[in-house]
């Protein structure tokens, strides 16, 4: 029978940046954990995994897989042999019993932190960086639900820290560099934890050192991440030559060039600036370079974690906002209306801020009773959720709006009078 090729391994693989070699050593460090003993696992053992001449890995190796991973075999790609359903069926019985004591420690030991007090590993390799990298997503996935505040924020610092001493260790020159990089994305999480909640200043100094970190690393992607960030932090300062200047320096990075999805978002950072700077033909323009560059990608490409938050929904807000700032709040709305419908409900953030930018299109077209009404859903979408600083920002702006354009109308004194608690509570 011909081989297959285990196209579930080659994609996490590439999603986690492992070569093969930096697989066989964490394989050969979890077998460490489980035994005592490293294991023998080569990278031509991973490359026979990755053909499919090795189709089901030998049992030390399969958990041990399943450590570093976080999968189980079958989830990356393996197959098990049946060649008698009935004895396989039971010698895996045997075998989860036998492990299931000695895998459950070493995962343990494996995600603990490497680094407590005084205490200095001996050796630093990649499953530290698995480990740290683990991490970082476990912040994204809480700033997705929560936004940002001060113990995200803690915790993102402390990883970075963790990564700059463990880099002092590294077995190798790529396994610095990696560390490096995650100390930069970190420290580039802990700034937009800062951004949203309001707090400017701390957020430029973080990026700053993210900006260094990104450098050390030699990571395109990272600096692409620093810079997009840096675009969104001077726009909220209102300084909109430096979020087009930051927006285009996101643009000429490496990863930008190479990936559609990157330029996109580059180009609608560029599209935003450009449009609060009055340059309304330039604003469309990128405006539309995003959106080509978003619709030639290739949707199922996996995409760093600090990535995970922009697609057609994220685009269709910035649509909004861009075509609100030129003078077209019709198509804003529209564009607020695709954002919302392809929004999934689990992003109570996202689903806020685009209401908002939906109202602040109803107000700029005249209809300020149905503005008043769907602003006020954002507090039914954020209730219970302390409301960050950045959308406190925004629903400022909204009043401000409302009170120019409608300053004697009955409806703006009631909505101050009915959310100014909720909205400008800290």
């Known amino acids: 029978m011909a081989e297959m090729r285990n196209e579930a391994l080659a994609a996490w693989m590439k999603a986690h940046e492992m070569s093969a070699a930096e697989l066989a050593q964490a394989v050969n460090d979890a077998i460490g954990g489980l035994t005592g003993r490293p294991g023998a696992t080569s990278e031509r053992t991973v490359f026979r995994w990755l053909s499919g001449e090795n189709q089901w890995p030998q049992e030390r190796r399969r958990i041990a897989l399943q450590i570093v991973s976080g999968r189980t075999a079958t989830d990356l790609g393996f197959v098990p042999r049946a060649k008698n359903p009935t004895s396989t069926s039971s010698e895996d019985s045997v075998h989860r019993r036998r492990f299931v004591r000695a895998a459950t420690g070493a995962t343990a030991t494996f995600a603990a932190p490497l680094l407590t007090a005084g205490a200095r590993p001996s050796r630093v390799g990649t499953s530290d960086v698995l480990r740290l990298r683990e991490e970082v997503e476990t912040l994204v996935q809480l700033d997705a639900q929560h936004g940002g505040h001060a113990v995200l924020e803690r915790d ?8 700059i001493r463990l880099q002092k260790l590294a077995t190798t020159h790529r396994v610095r560099q990696r560390l490096f990089a995650l100390a930069a994305d970190f420290t580039a999480t802990a700034a937009w934890s800062m951004i949203d909640a309001g707090k400017l200043g701390d957020a430029g100094r973080c990026l700053d050192r993210a900006l260094t970190l990104a450098g050390m690393a030699q990571d395109p992607d990272m600096t692409m991440q620093v810079w997009n960030l840096r675009a969104m932090l001077a726009r909220q300062r209102g300084d909109y030559a430096e979020a087009v200047a930051a927006a285009q320096a996101a643009l000429s990075t490496t990863i930008a060039r190479r990936s559609p999805v990157h330029a996109s978002l580059a180009h609608a950072r560029t599209a935003i600036g450009l449009a609060h700077s009055g340059d309304r033909r330039s604003a469309l323009r990128s405006l539309g370079r995003a959106e080509d560059a978003l619709s030639a990608a290739d949707p199922a490409a996996p995409l760093p974690t600090w990535m995970a938050f922009y697609g057609p929904a994220e685009l269709y807000s910035i649509t909004a906002i861009v075509r609100d700032v030129v003078g077209r709040p019709e198509e804003s709305e529209a564009a607020s209306y695709r954002a919302l419908a392809a929004l999934p409900e689990v992003y ?23 503005a008043v009404a769907t602003s ?19 629903l400022g702006d909204f009043q401000r709006d409302l009170f120019t354009l409608a300053p004697s109308a009955r409806v703006a004194q009631e909505w101050t009078d009915r959310h100014r608690t909720e909205w400008s509570t800290p």
């Open 376 to 394: 006020g859903e954002v507090f039914t979408i954020m209730a219970g959720t302390r409301i960050p600083g950045r959308m406190r920002r925004a």
């Open 156 to 163: 993102a610092l402390a990883g970075a820290s963790d990564a």
């Open 348 to 370: 109570r953030r996202n689903r806020a801020n685009a209401t908002i930018h939906l109202a602040l299109a109803q107000l700029h077209q005249g209809d300020v009773e149905q």
